[in-house]
């Protein structure tokens, strides 16, 4: 059998019915194609998933749910998702009384009473469009996952093109998409899965949890036997979806808005949260140690903490728990809260913080219920019991650090003090512990084993990158630039000992050590340099890349003068206005701190705005300058250099890196520049992550990312082994480097699979070129880059549209610029190609001669493909004949092309030919002195034998008078009101039958008469 797009669909149907799901082709279902909802089934699924309630009270229900759209397609989404999950509530009479009532979707309890099916082919009509979807499951008769289908063995059917044709359902037949719970991406072997608020970069692959099967049995068929089990895929769309607002700032306007993003749990998450549940239970009144969850950081640990509470509150055998957040710092206990916050509608609740003991007592003190957030500090005395409930649960993020502990110790009275967790222990002696950490437990830590118990599940950096959950991070070291020799580092290691871990209020309690630090750190000629090297590296680096950067320093005073140094070298950078300026200090102040630090002091709100603008790719602020503020739990995707000034150890050092290894856009990797000497704190702590059973590295020396972009430049240079493209660079004349340009785009265009691997290989090598600047390797290749870059603009004009190759569209890389080009405008594509006269009709004879005699033939043939493209696109707009007719033609000839079965000569004629035809069209309506509207019609209607026998007076006669019927019924909003169609279908129908047509044909053509006119809806209007 031949693996084609039908193949891997039906492989995939086959799959599903073992899972037993029912099917269905999409022509066997007797339905309105503008219903997305197949209406009969969810009927029948109301009744019987709720055979006690009123029929009333279902049909209430059936109403709701085919009437929650509205113009906001992610707030429909939602309003969907809490229906689907807690049940529509809808009011009805008894006895005289009005009730409320819960109406079910789903069943939950009963996986086997709800009806899952599998429909291929699925064709909905809306708004003029119809689209024809490749596969749809229906749990219910609701159609709750859309998966979109490429073939494995055709390289240009990516997974991104997949992507798009999700992107372009959503503006086409929106109201899919009100109901959707998840969306798939697939070519039959690699397949991924989102939500419909989901970048590409967020599509996952869906793994086994038994690791054998990943990478040797198809990603598709692993998820539809794991992810589509149906238990899973409905715990999936229950206990793991999220929806989050974001405040987004417009680039052009600057005013905000709020989104919705909708997230859904990734397989590690998933399986790990279905064995911490169960670990759980196990736990609950016995040992009490549920165990830890150690997933390596930006791996999206705080979601899984709030998904695991979701589905703890509702558990039967929990009954009613308490969930106890606890953290060690406040600002994370804000960070933490404020992620639960945004997920109410899962959580069932509102979360609390509690702001002192004695308020944590009083919320402890019912008897079940409630989400509340504290800090480990508050159980830091012997002050006795809080609660002795046994359903309390208490869940600690980053559970392994310094402030856990059993083990006494005497202090300077003569005291024993013990750590905290044996009070957290005396305060809750019946509740139960479960610990999520990013990084690893210490092998000498045997507190937080006797708190938490072991590891429930791993995930670690090299299966996190692996997955594209996180990127890589490369580590650089710049000790040699601002000359910071051993024996400073010793010193300054001597310094911090026994105050590492400590936040930017206490550091400033070790007086002494602390005025040192800033005597030798803060040494104004030493902070000149490094603010120098900072700035000219940050810039090289923003030129070609956008996003954020961090700047990590020693002590508050540090912080302050640095920012001082860098505004003095780029005095627009400051702005004394919060919400303006490029770089700002995150730090706390109080009255005691010195004059210089007011201005930079900043109140929990203040925070929160800062927040907002450095997570904003389209917002001025750039850099911010911390001491310990946003070092753990703080996530910004766009952030891609941290500069550490700040010696750091352990896990904090860990947590601290992580802040640039986020996912965004087409992110390679994030870099960590040093300037202070971490590089042995890492090595130590990479040796605690391996101890620990952790694979992958922390970081990448950036001496091995230059290698390999040095290694890719030259694979990349050997594809013109045969094209000399560095006389490019001898010449000053613009227009003999256009000439050059040209010459290389009609090389690389010759061959179909050099143009695909070239533009594959240079996406790789601009990656590692960014990950590499600023170095002298990358300085040394820069404008051999440019060529390369310039070169993939020119093939991308080629393609219809102007689209973009893989994911560029959504690009983080800025593309280097050959300032010799960029000051003369060149962006007219006929120019370029050495047509002079732009304005000229491009379907005349005039200019086919043109094309057909340029040079480059492999431009000719891509130029007039790109630009039929591009006419089509009009002619489909206007007229579905003209549209279906010239689209087959198209294809029919590039098919032959790319097979081989004619040449580039032969192909330029034939494309000049469909030309010609086109313009035949034009031509003939205007003979018949029809408007293009009506001659749309004519097309249609003169298909038809039923109309051979008319004379064309006869023709234009009834193509006039059913322009004015549709004219004269057109009212706003008509395409989209069946009442008004029903009235129009009729009497398009009655006066074909006038005309000579049979009244079943008569009703058939009526079908495609509406149809176009739906095209031309506007046109009617005005």
């Not at 300058?625 to 995707?637: E, Y």
């Not at 209607?941 to 039923?946: A, D, G, I, T």
């Amino acid at each position: 059998m031949n693996i084609n797009e039908n193949s891997i669909e039906q492989n995939l149907i086959e799959l599903l019915k073992k899972q037993n799901y029912k099917y269905l082709h999409g022509s066997q279902i007797e339905r309105n194609l503008d219903s997305v909802i197949l209406e009969d089934e969810l009927k029948n699924s109301l009744k019987r998933l709720n055979p006690l309630l009123p029929q009333s009270a279902r049909t209430e229900a059936y109403n709701q749910i085919l009437h929650v759209g509205s113009s906001d397609m992610m707030a429909s989404n939602e309003k969907f998702h809490n229906l689907l999950c807690e049940g529509v509530t809808v009011e009805y009479e008894k006895d005289g009384n009005t009730q409320g009532i819960n109406v079910k979707l789903i069943d939950l309890e009963d996986i086997d009473s709800n009806d899952f099916l599998v429909v291929n082919q699925f064709i909905i009509k809306e708004n003029n469009n119809e689209k024809r979807l490749d596969v749809v499951l229906f749990i219910n008769g609701l159609p709750l996952v859309i998966i979109e289908l490429k073939n494995a063995l055709d390289e240009k059917a990516t997974l991104y093109k997949a992507y798009t044709q999700i992107q372009n359902y959503k503006k086409a037949i929106p109201t899919i998409f009100y109901y959707n719970s998840l969306t798939i991406i697939s070519d039959g072997i690699d397949a991924r899965v989102s939500s419909l608020s989901a970048p590409y970069s967020r599509y996952l692959a869906w793994k086994s949890p038994e690791k054998k099967e990943n990478g040797i049995v198809p990603e598709l068929q692993i998820m539809t036997e794991r992810m589509f089990k149906k238990d899973v895929l409905l715990n999936l769309i229950r206990f793991n979806t999220v929806y989050e607002k974001q405040e987004i700032k417009d680039e052009k306007t600057g005013i905000l808005s709020i989104v919705t993003i909708k997230k859904i749990a990734a397989y590690h998450q998933y399986y790990a949260i279905q064995k911490a549940i169960q670990k759980t239970l196990e736990a609950l009144g016995k040992s009490q140690k549920i165990g830890v969850v150690w997933h390596t950081q930006g791996s999206g640990k705080s979601l899984s903490m709030v998904f695991y509470t979701g589905q703890l509150v509702v558990n039967k055998d929990m009954k009613n728990p308490t969930i106890v957040i606890l953290t060690d710092r406040n600002d994370l206990d804000d960070q933490l809260f404020t992620t639960f916050g945004n997920c109410k509608s899962l959580l069932r609740q509102t979360p609390v913080q509690a702001q002192s003991r004695e308020d944590l007592k009083k919320v402890l003190s019912v008897l079940g219920g409630g989400i509340v957030f504290t800090t480990i500090q508050k159980f830091s005395d012997e002050s006795g019991e809080i609660s002795t409930r046994d359903n309390i649960i208490v869940v600690a993020d980053e559970a392994h650090r310094s402030q856990y502990g059993f083990t006494g110790r005497i202090d300077k009275d003569g005291d024993v003090k013990y750590g905290n967790a044996k009070y957290l222990r005396d305060a809750l002696p019946n509740a139960s512990f479960i610990g999520f950490t990013g990084t690893p437990i210490e092998k000498e830590d045997k507190s937080t084993p006797a708190v938490f118990g072991d590891y429930i599940d791993v995930y670690d950096i090299a299966q996190a990158v692996k997955d594209g959950a996180t990127v890589p991070i490369s580590y650089e070291s710049r000790l040699v630039k601002i000359k910071l020799n051993r024996e400073v580092v010793d010193k300054i290691d001597d310094l911090i000992e026994g105050i590492d871990n400590t936040t930017e209020g206490q550091i400033e309690k070790y007086k002494s050590k602390n005025s040192q630090i800033n005597a030798i750190v803060g040494n104004q000629d030493r902070l000149k340099e490094v603010a120098n090297d900072i700035v000219s590296h940050f810039e090289a680096r923003q030129e070609l890349f956008s996003g954020k950067g961090m700047i990590v320093c020693m002590t508050r005073q540090i912080a302050v003068d640095l920012y001082n140094e860098i505004i003095e070298l780029r005095p627009s950078w400051h702005n004394d206005d919060l919400s303006k300026g490029k770089i700002k200090v995150v730090m706390t102040s109080s009255s005691d701190d010195p004059e210089s630090f007011q201005s930079h002091a900043t109140t929990k709100k203040d925070r929160k705005l800062l927040s907002g603008r450095i997570k904003d790719i389209h917002d001025e602020l750039e850099l911010v300058i911390v001491q310990s503020m946003w070092l753990t739990g703080f996530d910004c995707p766009p952030m891609h250099t941290m500069y550490i000034d700040k010696k750091m150890q352990g896990a904090n050092l860990m947590q601290a890196i992580a802040r640039v290894n986020r996912v965004y856009k087409d992110k390679p990797g994030g870099l960590i520049v040093d300037y202070i000497g971490i590089g042995q704190d890492l090595r130590n702590a990479m040796m605690t992550y391996v101890e620990a059973g952790g694979k992958g590295e922390a970081v990448v020396d950036i001496n091995e990312v230059i290698a390999s972009m040095k290694s890719k430049f030259e694979v990349v240079q050997q594809m013109f082994h045969s094209f000399d493209y560095l006389e490019y660079f001898k010449s000053h004349d613009v227009n003999t480097k256009l000439q050059i340009l040209l010459s290389a785009t009609n090389f690389i265009l010759k061959d179909e699979k050099l143009k695909d691997r070239f533009l594959s290989e240079l996406t790789v090598l601009s990656k590692l070129y960014v990950m590499s600047v600023p170095s002298f390797e990358a300085e040394k290749i820069r404008d051999e880059i440019a060529f390369f870059q310039a070169l993939k603009s020119r093939i991308n004009k080629f393609t219809p549209s102007g689209f973009k190759s893989n994911i560029e569209v959504d690009s983080a890389i800025k593309q280097i610029v050959d300032k010799a080009l960029s000051t003369d405008g060149v962006v007219n594509i006929l120019e370029e190609v050495g047509i002079k006269a732009p304005s000229l009709d491009i379907l005349s004879d005039e200019f086919l001669l043109e094309v057909k005699n340029m040079e480059h033939k492999n431009l000719s043939f891509e130029l007039l493909k790109k630009l039929l493209n591009e006419e089509i696109s009009i002619r489909k707009k206007k007229s579905i004949v003209q549209g279906k007719k010239f689209s087959e033609m198209l294809e029919n000839v590039i098919k032959r092309y790319h097979n081989n079965q004619i040449d580039t000569a032969q192909v330029i004629e034939e494309l000049s030919a469909i030309a010609r035809e086109m313009k035949l069209e034009d031509k003939k309506s205007d003979e018949l002195g029809l408007s293009p509207e009506e001659y749309a019609f004519y097309m249609i209607l003169s298909q038809n034998q039923s109309t051979e026998f008319l004379e064309d007076y006869k023709m234009k006669e009834l193509i006039h008078l059913i322009v004015d019927i549709i004219r004269k019924n057109a009212t706003v909003d008509w395409n989209k009101r069946d009442d008004v169609k029903a009235k129009l279908r009729l009497l398009v129908k009655k006066v074909l039958m006038r005309y000579g047509y049979p009244p079943d044909l008569a009703k058939l053509e009526a079908d495609k008469v509406l149809e176009q006119s739906e095209l031309l809806a506007v046109e009617f209007l005005s």
